[in-house]
């Protein structure tokens, strides 16, 4: 079970690319959503769904890989759904999403820093990619109102 739980966290091979696998965590966000062409109740019951099993999976697999690894992705996945919930799924878009998570995720304003480093386990894992994500999700939606 610890071998499947290390595979769901890591997106399988995706986790272990050599560079910037979280960048690649997040392009399997991206096509997700591009291919699957969710609505926004789908992309809402599969990001509570992801966020579920990145709590329990990247809690097992942190415990064999260390504290926060590199190679736990699935929290990008599921910060990257989170981003894109209740926007255009037009490809402008999908991609001004893919940078401002990752510009919140790498950078970490507060408090995603302090959750980051105060909350263990899978929950610190996941929760810090969710409020990135929700971050980009309110650029995208105040951008939105504004340019209409």
């Not at 699935?74 to 991609?95: A, H, N, Q, R, T």
């Not at 304003?109 to 929760?127: F, T, Y």
């Amino acid at each position: 079970m610890q071998i499947l739980f290390k595979y769901i966290a890591t997106l399988g091979f995706i986790g272990y690319l050599p560079y910037a696998p979280g960048t690649f965590g997040t392009a399997a966000g991206f096509l997700f959503v591009l291919l699957l062409k969710s609505d926004d109740i789908s992309l809402l019951i599969s990001s509570a769904v992801i966020f579920l099993l990145g709590l329990f999976t990247s809690h097992s697999a942190e415990k064999q890989l260390g504290k926060d690894s590199r190679h736990i992705i699935i929290d990008e996945l599921c910060g990257y759904m989170i981003s894109v919930i209740f926007i255009p799924k037009s490809i402008g878009y999908l991609i001004a999403a893919f940078i401002l998570f990752r510009i919140f995720d790498i950078f970490k304003p507060p408090p995603i820093r302090a959750i980051e480093r105060n909350v263990p386990g899978g929950a610190g894992i996941m929760l810090d990619d969710v409020l990135a994500g929700i971050y980009a999700n309110v650029c995208l939606q105040l951008w939105r109102y504004i340019a209409n």
